[in-house]
């Protein structure tokens, strides 16, 4: 399979080595706040307006991702857990704060899997 042989990472094991992990990113992609989510760290500069003045070079804080989704700081948490474990957002820790962005190279293996496995 081709979307096996990716190079995304997700902490120190490669994220598409079985068919398991397939099955994660499908479910990560079967949430409608998360496909939001998603969708809002595609355009990070238009979506977090008030995360301009600190910069998108860490990702956006999970603080402005809560504040935009209206929904409880654990539950956004545990849809961006759900997000990253599927390989999809990637998280830089400063300091206090968390930042997400988009796994670009995890969405460009997806891409290639659906054209060619499915």
């Known amino acids: 399979m081709s979307f096996l042989k990716t190079r995304a ?3 120190e094991i490669p994220i598409y080595l079985c068919i398991m992990d ?3 990113i499908f479910k990560a992609l ?4 998360r496909l939001q989510i998603l969708n809002w760290l595609k355009d990070p500069e238009g979506n977090f307006p008030d995360q ?3 910069g998108f070079s860490n990702g956006v804080c999970v603080g402005q991702i809560q504040k935009k989704a209206g929904l409880t ?5 545990e849809y961006l857990s759900v997000l990253q474990r599927a390989g999809l957002v990637k998280s830089t820790r400063v300091g206090q704060w968390t930042y997400y ?3 670009e190279e995890a969405f ?3 891409s290639q899997f ?3 496995d499915i």
Do not use: D, G, M, P
């Open 108 to 110: 460009i293996a997806l």
């Open 22 to 24: 397939q099955v994660e």
């Open 114 to 116: 659906l054209k060619t």
């Open 73 to 77: 700081q654990s539950t956004v948490s």
């Open 101 to 103: 962005q988009r796994n």
């Open 30 to 33: 079967s949430n409608k706040t």
């Open 52 to 54: 301009e003045q600190y």
């Open 9 to 11: 990472v997700y902490r």
